[in-house]
């Protein structure tokens, strides 16, 4: 140490070693805090990230869906990095024994009728995270596992044609010969081969009534997604009218058409 | 230390601008997925080819007199165009034709044509009035 640097200050009690040890705690310090409190927050920012992305991802497999069902095409790929999980394939009758299913009921102009549609889905359940997305009946729907409810990140293309009171509904069969997953880079190839199936189509002439029941996974249930979407304004203002648990009827139908499509999973 | 030397401060200001421009980008980049899929997926799924080709077959079914044989073919090709294009194009589809207006001048009488296409993502309404020779 020199002299006084300062006029009329003492430099008596400055000690290098002091300095040193003061300069080394602040960086242990630091680098404790950025370890202890930091890393943990980039890694649930990185979880956040992963799912986000396979959302997006999840809605670009909905949109080769709709290719394939709406626009009649045969075949379709998709290849697609997979961050943070893996992605599952469910044949709808899997799903099926799970209860996983959408009943409608309709009067098909002689009697009432149920008919029973299963679905099958793509699913990607989060490794690190608790967010599971699903492709379901041509929806991608959202939930978290510790947690109650469920939301629709994508709907389905439900309509009804107010100038002539038609509810059009699609349903979208999801096949596998086989259980399959996949993670990392996965090439998801699909194929619609059967032609689709006009299920139900009822000129009623006056308004009747239709019911649509969705029955839930138990573990992956989407329940409240589908609440929402169905009793919100997406199909018609003022939606479906909730008449018990998961069941949604709406009256204002003069025609009633439902097509369903059946999609092979050939590989992932 | 004789005099504290303050000529290296701006590496320390650098550091700072590059610190938050790098954060500025990293927020940038995270909202980066989230744009994209919709703005493209709306231009391509315009059905303008399919309304195209049913305005082409409409056209001359509007055409057709008031006669209880053009009302056959007319009801059967409403069938036909409410059953193909919910087969091929999942829209709903309906017209009507009425060649009773009585709107004509010299030369023409004018049906009126009206189409209602809906497939759920695009509604089409149109009413328009076709021309007809007169004899």
Same mark, same amino acid.
């Given at each position: 140490m020199k002299g006084n640097w300062v006029k009329g200050m003492e430099d008596d009690g400055v000690s290098e070693a002091i300095g040193f040890i003061l300069i080394f705690t602040i960086v242990v310090l630091g680098i404790t805090i950025v370890t202890l409190y930091g890393y943990p927050l980039l890694q649930k920012s990185q979880i956040g990230s992963d799912e986000r992305i396979m959302e997006q991802n999840m809605i670009t497999l909905q949109n080769d869906l709709k290719i394939l069902?709406?626009?009649?095409?045969?075949?379709?790929?998709?290849?697609?990095?997979?961050?943070?999980?893996?992605?599952?394939?469910?044949?709808?009758?899997?799903?099926?024994?799970?209860?996983?299913?959408f009943n409608v009921s309709f009067n098909n102009g002689t009697g009432p009728e149920t008919k029973t549609f299963r679905l099958g889905a793509l699913r990607f359940i989060s490794s690190q995270g608790q967010a599971a997305i699903s492709v379901e009946n041509g929806a991608v729907v959202k939930r978290y596992q510790d947690a109650e409810g469920s939301t629709m990140v994508a709907d389905p293309r439900w309509f009804y044609d107010d100038t002539y009171d038609t509810l059009?509904?699609?349903?979208?069969?999801?096949?596998?010969?086989?259980?399959?997953?996949?993670?990392?880079?996965?090439?998801?190839?699909?194929?619609?081969?059967?032609?689709?199936?006009?299920?139900?189509?009822?000129?009623?002439?006056?308004?009747?009534?239709?019911?649509?029941?969705?029955?839930?996974?138990?573990?992956?249930?989407?329940?409240?997604?589908?609440?929402?979407?169905?009793?919100?304004?997406t199909i018609v203002d003022g939606g479906f009218t909730e008449i018990g648990n998961n069941m949604y009827q709406f009256t204002e139908v003069s025609r009633l058409v439902i097509k369903k499509y059946t999609v092979t999973i050939e590989r992932v | 230390m *004789?005099?504290?030397?303050? &000529?290296? /401060?701006? @590496?320390?200001?650098?550091?700072?601008?590059? $610190?938050?421009?790098?954060?500025?980008?990293?927020?940038?980049?995270?909202?980066?997925?989230?744009?994209?899929?919709?703005?493209?997926?709306?231009?391509? *799924?315009?059905?303008?080819? &399919?309304? /195209?080709? @049913?305005?082409?077959?409409?056209?001359?079914? $509007?055409?057709?007199?008031?006669?209880?044989?053009?009302?056959?073919?007319?009801?059967?090709?409403?069938?036909d165009m409410r059953a193909l294009s919910m087969a091929r194009n999942n829209a709903v589809m309906y017209f009507e034709t009425n060649s009773t207006t009585n709107m004509a001048d010299l030369f023409y009488r004018y049906n009126r044509l009206t189409i209602r296409y809906n497939n759920g993502v695009t509604e089409y309404y149109e009413e328009h009035l076709v021309s007809v020779r007169l004899p």
């Open positions: 069902t709406f626009s009649n095409v045969p075949y379709r790929d998709t290849t697609m990095g997979i961050s943070g999980g893996s992605i599952f394939v469910l044949d709808s009758a899997e799903t099926a024994e799970d209860d996983h299913y059009v509904l699609f349903f979208t069969e999801i096949k596998a010969d086989r259980a399959m997953s996949g993670d990392g880079v996965a090439n998801i190839q699909m194929s619609m081969l059967d032609p689709p199936k006009v299920v139900a189509d009822v000129p009623y002439g006056a308004h009747r009534t239709v019911t649509i029941e969705y029955s839930p996974d138990d573990t992956f249930d989407y329940s409240t997604a589908w609440k929402n979407y169905l009793t919100g304004p | *004789e005099r504290l030397d303050d &000529e290296g /401060q701006w @590496i320390v200001l650098m550091g700072v601008v590059v $610190a938050t421009g790098m954060f500025i980008l990293a927020i940038i980049i995270n909202q980066a997925p989230m744009v994209g899929q919709s703005t493209s997926e709306a231009v391509l *799924e315009f059905p303008k080819n &399919e309304i /195209q080709d @049913i305005r082409y077959h409409l056209a001359p079914l $509007a055409q057709l007199d008031n006669s209880s044989e053009s009302n056959k073919t007319i009801d059967r090709a409403k069938k």
